[in-house]
């Protein structure tokens, strides 16, 4: 029992070093910051993981469920990479600030650096759960990575707002 | 012949519009295939004959895009219920009959003209989804009403 926890958790950890090393790989190639990337709406994603939508279709048309549950989960994914581009970009700025060596408390650092991998590490977990499952049984995850992602992204814009130089520069 | 000074406030446009037309359309999918049919197939400019002759063409097109938007915007967050509920009353508005319209919505799916151009893809995809699990149903509820209407017929 705790050979196969100890093996989760290493994988779990792979996995969030990897999606580290991933995101910083796709730091570099992104030249410059657009404003575009945007979180998707709080209400969009509540709706792809709806559970009274779900119920809905199971009683009025019960042979389509599978069909309506394969779209939601498609969404969902897209969804999650919608927020996952986000956090990069906002974890992106961050760097940038640091790097221009605009004043930042070790604090704010350590608390940032910390707020993306938790959200890489609950981004993994919901994203495995859609896949394995489907966004109504991992609704309350991707309302959790959701919210993950909006605190980087506040923190990005908070900062980019008080910075000039950071202004200029991204 | 009176001279007449193009009104220039596209919120002044936007009133004239949902007071004039929407108004009087009693489902939100009416709503937004009326604003989507404004919309030129090859410019994606708005246009409105009836409101040439108050407002510049600028307002216009920022009016009835605005109103596009938000029709949208309310419909794709609905609930699939309401959704449901709103795509069977627009049915009900058009003479060919509900088979018929769930029929051809199923095959020409000629709702995907009926979004507005800049539309998130996200938002654009649950849209298109929703429409498909409405279709399939008001599909399944004809096909258990004529059964029950069968069954009904041939009981003695």
């Known amino acids: 029992m705790i050979g196969i926890l100890t093996t989760v958790l290493a994988l779990l950890f792979l996995a969030v070093l990897l999606a580290w090393a991933l995101g910083f790989s796709t730091n570099r190639k992104s030249a410059s910051w657009s404003g575009s990337i945007k979180l998707p709406s709080r209400l969009i994603r509540e709706r792809i993981s709806s559970r009274e939508d779900f119920q809905f279709v199971g009683v009025e048309a019960p042979e389509f469920r599978s069909q309506f549950l394969r779209d939601r989960k498609i969404l969902m994914l897209i969804c999650l990479q919608q927020m996952r581009a986000v956090a990069i970009e906002s974890f992106r700025i961050h760097r940038t600030a640091v790097s221009l060596q605009v004043s930042m408390k070790p604090a704010v650092e350590l608390r940032l650096a910390g707020d993306y991998l938790t959200f890489l590490l609950l981004w993994e977990l919901a994203r495995s759960l859609v896949w394995i499952s489907n966004p109504v049984a991992a609704q309350s995850l991707t309302a959790r990575v959701y919210t993950a992602a909006e605190e980087l992204s506040d923190a990005a814009k908070q900062l980019i707002a008080t910075n000039h130089s950071l202004r200029t520069e991204i | ?156």
């Open chain 2, 1 to 156: 012949m009176p001279n007449r000074t193009p009104n220039c406030d596209p919120a002044r446009a936007m009133e004239d519009v949902r007071g004039h037309s929407l108004e009087m359309l009693p489902c939100e999918f009416a709503k937004l295939v009326c604003l989507s049919s404004t919309r030129d197939y090859n410019t994606g400019l708005y246009i409105h004959e009836g409101m040439s002759w108050r407002y510049t063409d600028e307002v216009i097109d920022t009016a009835l895009r605005t109103l596009h938007n938000e029709v949208f915007d309310v419909l794709v967050v609905a609930s699939l219920e309401t959704f449901v509920q709103d795509l069977d009353t627009f049915f009900g508005l058009t003479i060919a009959g509900q088979t018929t319209a769930v029929e051809v919505w199923k095959n020409l799916e000629p709702y995907r003209a009926a979004i507005p151009a800049h539309s998130d893809s996200l938002s654009r995809e649950l849209f298109f989804s929703n429409v498909r699990t409405a279709l399939a149903i008001l599909e399944n509820r004809q096909r258990r009403c004529s059964q029950d209407q069968q069954s009904s017929s041939q009981r003695p």
